[in-house]
Structure formats: structure tokens, C-alpha cells
């Protein structure tokens, strides 16, 4: 069983700032990759960001230059500053984790999701 916790989400106003975690708990083997994913009311579900384990990045054309991606291998944690916040980053944040239970198997699993509203 293997567990995605987000925490971090919440409401403020356009221009400021917030920090998502997530840490992931349970019988890992090791974990490839970790990022974040959002979705909007109406919207298809899009990237925000990914980082291997070897720290390698990867953003959405919306969030590039606003957010920043890091890990802490180390707690199974990942973190997303975001800053400048818009209207349009409001959404629902979801972590992502590219992860192995046994070598071998590889899969990939969901958070439940926290949420960002961001005022005008």
C-alpha cells in the first residue's frame, strides 16, 4: 500500500505565494520520478511539474519562470513553490509519483488532491 499526501493548498490573493508538499509513505522500493499535476473546473487535467531522482526537471509552458519543483529523496517528499499566483493557477493540485513496490514493477500513483484558489 502505498500513500501520496498532499498538503499546502489553500486561497490567496493574485501576486503571492504557496508552498505544496507531498510526502509518500507505505511499501516503496524506490521512486523514479515526482511531480504535480492540477486540474481546473472545466478543464482537462494538465502538468505542472516533474523531477526524476536525480533532480532533473520538467514544467508546464504555464507555470515556467513562477514555480519551482524540488525533492527530498531522502523523506520521499516533493515540493512545489509556487509564486506570482494568477487567477488561472486555480485548481485542483494533485501529486504524482513514478514509483516501484518491487524492483521491477514499476507504476504510477495519484494523491487525493489539494486545493488552490487564487483571488483577484
Known amino acids: 500500500q502505498v500513500q501520496l499526501v498532499e498538503s499546502g493548498g489553500g486561497l490567496v490573493q493574485a501576486g503571492e505565494s504557496l508552498r505544496l508538499s507531498c510526502a509518500a509513505s507505505?511499501?516503496?522500493?524506490?521512486?523514479?520520478?515526482m511531480g504535480w499535476h492540477r486540474q481546473a473546473p472545466g478543464k482537462q487535467r494538465e502538468l505542472v511539474a516533474t523531477?526524476?531522482?536525480?533532480?532533473?526537471?520538467n514544467y508546464g509552458n504555464s507555470v515556467k519562470g513562477r514555480f519551482t519543483i524540488s525533492r527530498d529523496n531522502a523523506k520521499n517528499t516533493v515540493y512545489l513553490q509556487m509564486n506570482r499566483l494568477k487567477p488561472e493557477d486555480t485548481a485542483v493540485y494533485y501529486c504524482?509519483?513514478?514509483?516501484?513496490?518491487?524492483?521491477?514493477?514499476?507504476?504510477?500513483?495519484w494523491g487525493q488532491g489539494t486545493q488552490v484558489t487564487v483571488s483577484s
Open positions: 523531477i526524476t531522482s536525480g533532480g532533473s526537471t
Open positions: 507505505g511499501s516503496i522500493f524506490s521512486i523514479n520520478s
Open positions: 504524482t509519483a513514478v514509483l516501484a513496490t518491487t524492483p521491477g514493477v514499476v507504476r504510477n500513483d
